[in-house]
């Protein structure tokens, strides 16, 4: 079939793409080459990149159509997409034809990418890893459709203001955006509040939801998926003439502005009951406009609902999409008549899990006040699940009251509250953790009574990062090297060829030529001396990540060279990057407080050339990609236990970085692959930990018996780093959550190894190449194939 009807195809010539650039500025963008702006040359080449893009996309939808497979639906509240343009160049196969028709335009291409803003429609790991799913689910060939919300302003844009985090508003799409195709035509309607009648749910507000999706090109294929993201809008009869003609210009548009106010921006303040309602009204509008889209679509080529699961999974990205699970419920009983036990077994089949934490206070929970006002049948709806999940626990552990309380979908004190990954697991075939260990301690811990009635529902799937984004676009010099050392790029696609690079750590040309790439990463990110070790902590802030843990490293190091100048030995240049949550007031504390430090630091002549301390402002997915390559260090440091897998670790060990860290998350799959001689482990372990908690942990005795971190936590007590952050030190003598002066000697004790380590450049370079060569089993690719292998079960459509 000629889908383009016609339409002459797009070239791939130098001529042709500039004449469709020119084309594009002229009758797309309206304007001419004599009077473009910087900003006319970007959007421009933006459209004339996605145009090819859109071809493929057409191919696509025909083959998914034709074929009617099983469709692969990520639900996710974020995205991270990070900035597209290089990437779409990459997946287009446009990038060598880009710089020569932007000159004829007069602009040069760095600042055209300059202007490339990234979507800020994600916070950290779990939404950067719904973004990399996405890469590596259409680079396989998988038919799927990423769910979420076009938030106005994405996650705030963090800056300094005397070392403080401020957060100002992330306006990412006040210029538009032009990757984003509107299709309005497939709105749907949500409703909230309102009452249950004797015909049902009779909902009180009704919100539209509007989509347009962004293109999710498969690298090295011709598959072009996508990610389809609902805004809210009021219906169109909401603006109010007559009090707008009253002079009342603010009640003219209340209802739309509320209506709007729900895909505003990306997880609103909830430290109000308001902004906790809205939050739970994201989640619904979320889940109720996509299961209605997901259903419209299994309609085009199928009549049977009992064909629904074979024809659809529906994955839930932690428990921000559950709602689904009563929402698809709904929608079969009450809309499509199915008997309630029908339903079920539908539903229990079509949706599965993912759970990122192990905190407990990170589960999520709602009122059940709220949730039942806010959406009545939903609520009687979990009810019922409650009480059959209840029966069965019942049935299979007489007696066990208190398994029972435990299991509940509603816990009961201090406050009645819906628990949502309890519903998560009881509505999914299939629940996992994203890390080996992470996956054990859930059905050890936090799921071990759900583990102990359905054993085999609980999975473990590895996260994995995008080597085209992370490594391939982020560090382009070191990209080549392995190509020419591997005599190929297909390590792109197949990413476990990288353990061909292992012979050539042996070798001093390729070593030598390492060392060069990597330095001019670091000269690239113009950080001062390219000598130094770039030690670098960029995620986000959180206790339980310990980056008060690599502070109190910092403070020792600048003590001893202020005692000892002569004999500190290596340089460093230790890198934070990160974001503090608005309301975390004790992560705010310990930014300011690394900021106060920094410049204690910076103005101390003594640390010239020997210690630096850097924070750049507003850590995104644009900054990792220009830190990752240039780093030396990758501190993984949190408390074992505590961090589900982390991703941030694999991106820099595939870049060549050398890790110190815990037995935590990844790290230990990490080190397993790299080998325990090029990892620098430290610290307590997860029982170890656990145990030192449940005892009588008192973090004073190591204060008392270390002289080094004593003068640590006396200087910040003394008010050295300008009186800020006497309220950290405080926090660790006194409660010290996360055992961090615990595993302080641990710590500073390996960082000595670190220093004496980089002090034999070639054996540390070998240890970098090692690095690289062995994890290449932490592709989102290798993520995907395990997700089809042991969950979705979903086979690829390729376009003939
Ligand atoms: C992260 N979770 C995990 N949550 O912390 C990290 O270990 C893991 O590698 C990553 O997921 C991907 O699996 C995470 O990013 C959030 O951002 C929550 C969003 C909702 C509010 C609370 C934090």
């Given at each position: 079939m000629d889908l383009r009807n016609g339409l002459r195809p797009l070239g791939t010539t130098p001529d042709e793409f500039q004449r469709d650039l020119l084309s594009n500025l002229y009758?797309?963008?309206?304007?001419?080459v004599e009077s473009a702006s910087a900003q006319d040359a970007y959007e421009t080449l933006a459209l004339t990149v996605r145009d090819r893009l859109a071809e493929r996309r057409a191919r696509t939808a025909a083959a998914h159509y034709e074929s009617n497979p099983r469709w692969v639906y990520y639900l996710s509240a974020?995205?991270?997409?990070?900035?597209?343009l290089e990437q779409n160049l990459l997946y287009s196969g446009t990038t060598e034809l880009a710089p020569a028709a932007l000159k004829t335009l007069g602009f040069s291409p760095e600042e055209v990418a300059a202007?490339?803003?990234?979507?800020?429609l994600g916070n950290g790991g779990l939404g950067r890893l719904a973004a990399c799913l996405l890469d590596s689910l259409a680079t396989l060939d998988i038919p799927a459709v990423g769910y979420g919300i076009r938030y106005d302003l994405g996650i705030f844009k963090q800056e300094f203001d005397n070392g403080e985090q401020v957060e100002r508003p992330d306006d990412w799409a006040f210029q538009g955006d032009p990757w984003e195709f509107p299709a309005p035509d497939d709105w749907q309607m949500v409703g909230f509040y309102g009452f249950l009648g004797p015909e049902g749910w009779v909902p009180g507000e009704v919100v539209h939801g509007e989509p347009s999706h962004l293109l999710i090109p498969g690298y090295g294929t011709e598959t072009v998926n996508i990610v389809r993201l609902w805004r809210a809008r009021a219906a169109?009869?909401?603006?109010d003439l007559r009090r707008f003609s009253a002079g009342q210009y603010a009640e003219a548009v209340e209802e739309a502005v509320r209506a709007e106010n729900?895909?505003?921006?990306?997880?609103?303040?909830?430290?109000?009951d308001m902004g906790r309602e809205l939050r739970l009204k994201q989640q619904y509008f979320l889940v109720s406009c996509s299961l209605r889209d997901i259903v419209r679509r299994f309609r085009f080529r199928n009549?049977?609902?009992?064909?629904f699961p074979a024809k659809t999974v529906i994955q839930l990205n932690?428990?921000?999409?559950?709602?689904a699970i009563p929402e698809l419920m709904r929608l079969l009983?009450?809309?499509?008549?199915?008997e309630w036990e029908h339903a079920w077994s539908l539903v229990r089949r079509t949706f599965a899990y993912t759970c990122h934490t192990?905190?407990?206070?990170?589960?999520e929970t709602w009122p059940v006040d709220m949730l039942g006002r806010l959406l009545p049948r939903h609520l009687e709806i979990i009810y019922l699940i409650n009480e059959a999940l209840l029966a069965e626990v019942r049935s299979r552990f007489p007696g066990d009251l208190d398994r029972v309380r435990r299991m509940s979908?509603?816990?009961?004190?201090p406050q009645r509250r819906v628990r949502m990954a309890n519903l998560a697991v009881t509505g999914t075939f299939a629940v996992n953790g994203v890390a080996e260990l992470h996956s054990q301690l859930l059905t050890s811990t936090t799921f071990a009574d759900f583990a102990a009635l359905w054993p085999d529902r609980f999975t473990n799937v590895t996260n994995g990062v995008s080597p085209r984004r992370f490594?391939?676009?982020?560090?382009p010099g070191l990209s080549t090297l392995i190509t020419s050392g591997l005599g190929s790029d297909a390590w792109l696609r197949d990413?476990?060829?990288?353990?061909?690079?292992a012979p050539l750590a042996d070798d001093p040309a390729f070593r030598e030529q390492w060392r060069t790439e990597r330095r001019h990463a670091k000269e690239a990110l113009g950080?001062?001396?390219?000598?130094?070790m770039l030690d670098v902590m960029i995620k986000r802030f959180h206790e339980y990540k310990r980056q008060q843990l690599k502070l109190l490293h910092v403070i020792t190091l600048y003590h001893r060279l202020r005692d000892n100048p002569e004999r500190f030995g290596v340089p460093r240049t230790v890198l934070f990057g990160g974001k503090a949550a608005p309301a975390y007031y004790a992560a705010k504390s310990i930014i300011r407080l690394i900021n106060a430090v920094a410049a204690a630091i910076e103005a101390?002549?003594?640390?010239?050339?020997l210690l630096r301390v850097v924070f750049p402002p507003n850590y995104n997915v644009t900054l990792a990609e220009k830190i990752i390559p240039a780093a030396d260090l990758s501190e993984q440091i949190s408390?074992?236990?505590?961090?589900?897998?982390?991703t941030g670790n694999m991106k820099l060990a595939l870049n060549g970085a050398l890790t110190i860290g815990t037995l935590d998350g990844a790290n230990v799959e990490i080190r397993d692959r790299v080998g325990a001689g090029n990892f620098f482990l430290f610290g307590l372990d997860t029982p170890a930990a656990a145990a030192l908690r449940a005892s009588?942990?008192?973090?004073r005795t190591y204060y008392d018996s270390d002289d080094e971190l004593r003068a640590a936590l006396d200087a910040i007590l003394s008010g050295?780093?300008?009186?800020?952050g006497q309220e950290v030190a405080h926090s660790l003598l006194d409660r010290d959550e996360y055992l961090t002066l615990a595993d302080y000697r641990s710590y500073v004790d390996k960082q000595d190894e670190v220093a004496a380590a980089w002090e034999d450049q070639e054996h540390w370079t070998r240890m970098s190449i090692l690095n690289t060569a062995n994890s290449?089993?932490?592709?989102a690719d290798r993520t995907v194939a395990d997700y089809l292998s042991r969950i979705w079960h979903a086979s690829p459509v390729r376009l003939s």
């Open positions: 009758y797309r963008r309206g304007t001419t974020e995205y991270l997409l990070g900035p597209q202007l490339d803003v990234e979507p800020g169109r009869a909401s603006f729900i895909s505003k921006v990306l997880y609103p303040d909830d430290s109000t009549a049977d609902w009992d064909d932690d428990t921000h999409p559950t709602l009983v009450d809309e499509e008549k199915l192990l905190l407990p206070e990170a589960l979908l509603i816990q009961e004190e490594v391939r676009l982020a560090n990413l476990s060829l990288l353990s061909g690079l950080l001062g001396d390219p000598g130094a101390d002549p003594k640390a010239y050339g408390m074992a236990g505590k961090e589900a897998s982390g009588d942990y008192r973090p050295a780093f300008g009186g800020v290449g089993f932490f592709s």
